[in-house]
């Protein structure tokens, strides 16, 4: 995170006055509205990693207080590389402690391709009950951007193969996809092809709202294969491409909603610049009826 998006992901925080989470300033009317929301909503800690990093109880205290209810982790052991690496300090199990003292819940976690290999998995299904999640997301393939659409394929069938045994375990595979995954390879959108080659009885989708800037709509995959989905990253961003606060872009979210019940969707993360969070999680509460 750059010095100017934590400057205004502090100056937002600051607005929880003694630590009051924000909701408790919207009309009253509103409030009871969103004790009957479909979602809880969640956010990424990809984008408040190095915060984290720094401060993780504070972090956490601090996104609750703007709303959100639920977080989704990235693996530190997987994501040691990646800003993730100084949460190894700590126990799976005070990591658990932290997030629940601050009045979060972490259903989801992102891991990197090779902890679902069999030297790795059967640990990382041990993090994942320790930390108390119900959902495995693979992040990526993480393949060369050389790659074909076999090695798209290929990548599924060993994922469909760990998911048997996170299945097995309890835990519910899923996979996130980024643009590459809206790319076309052999005539065919790669995307599309990974729906049919997932087990849909073993692996999940969790869909990435950004491809609308590729002119994709999660609404229409929703829609397309109602119960493939687990979960959504959410953020929303104008014509031209920047991001904006949930309910400020192009994005339908009346629609989006509507079609998460059929899609199967049980998560929403926002993932976005952090100084768009407070107003995101204010939207969705508002939105949702």
């Known amino acids: 995170m750059n010095t100017l998006h934590r400057r ?22 509103l409030l009871a509205r969103a004790t ?9 800690t990809w984008t408040v990693r190095d915060e984290l990093a720094k401060d993780f109880a504070g972090t956490l205290k601090l996104m609750a207080g703007q709303g959100y209810q639920l977080t ?9 590389n990646a800003g993730f690496g100084p949460l ?12 629940a003292d601050a009045g979060l819940r972490c259903p989801s976690c992102h891991f990197g391709f090779n902890e679902f290999a069999d030297d790795a998995l059967e640990d990382r299904i041990a ?30 069938d060993k994922l469909n193969k760990a998911a048997e045994k996170i299945k097995a375990a309890g835990l519910q595979t899923g996979f996130h996809n980024h643009s590459t995954e809206f790319a076309t390879l052999d005539g065919q959108l790669i995307y599309e092809a990974l729906l049919k080659q997932f087990d849909p009885s073993l692996v999940k989708m969790q869909f990435q709202t950004e491809v609308i800037n590729l002119g994709y709509k999660a609404a229409t995959y929703f829609t397309r294969y109602p119960g493939r989905f687990l979960s959504a990253h ?28 059929t899609g199967g969707v049980k998560n929403i993360f926002v993932e976005m610049e952090p100084a768009t969070f407070r107003d995101s999680a204010a939207y969705i509460h508002s939105l949702q009826v």
């Not at 190894?88 to 997030?99: F, G, H, Q």
């Not at 993090?127 to 990548?155: R, W, Y």
């Not at 949930?246 to 979210?253: E, R, S």
């Open 8 to 29: 205004e992901f502090l100056r937002a925080a600051a607005a929880t006055v003694g630590g009051t989470v924000f909701l408790s300033h919207l009309p009253a009317e």
């Open 127 to 156: 993090f994942a009950h320790e930390i108390g999640l119900s959902q495995m997301v693979c992040s990526s393939f993480g393949l060369p951007k050389t790659a074909n659409l076999a090695d798209f394929l290929s990548g599924a």
């Open 234 to 261: 959410l953020s929303d961003w104008t014509a031209d491409k920047k991001q904006v606060p949930i309910g400020q872009g192009v994005i339908d979210w009346k629609e989006f909603f509507a079609a998460a019940k």
């Open 88 to 99: 190894l300090k700590y126990k799976t199990a005070e990591l658990r402690t932290m997030i």
């Open 72 to 80: 989704e982790m990235c693996s530190p052991k997987g994501y040691v």
């Open 36 to 44: 009957k929301e479909r979602f809880p909503i969640g956010f990424q």
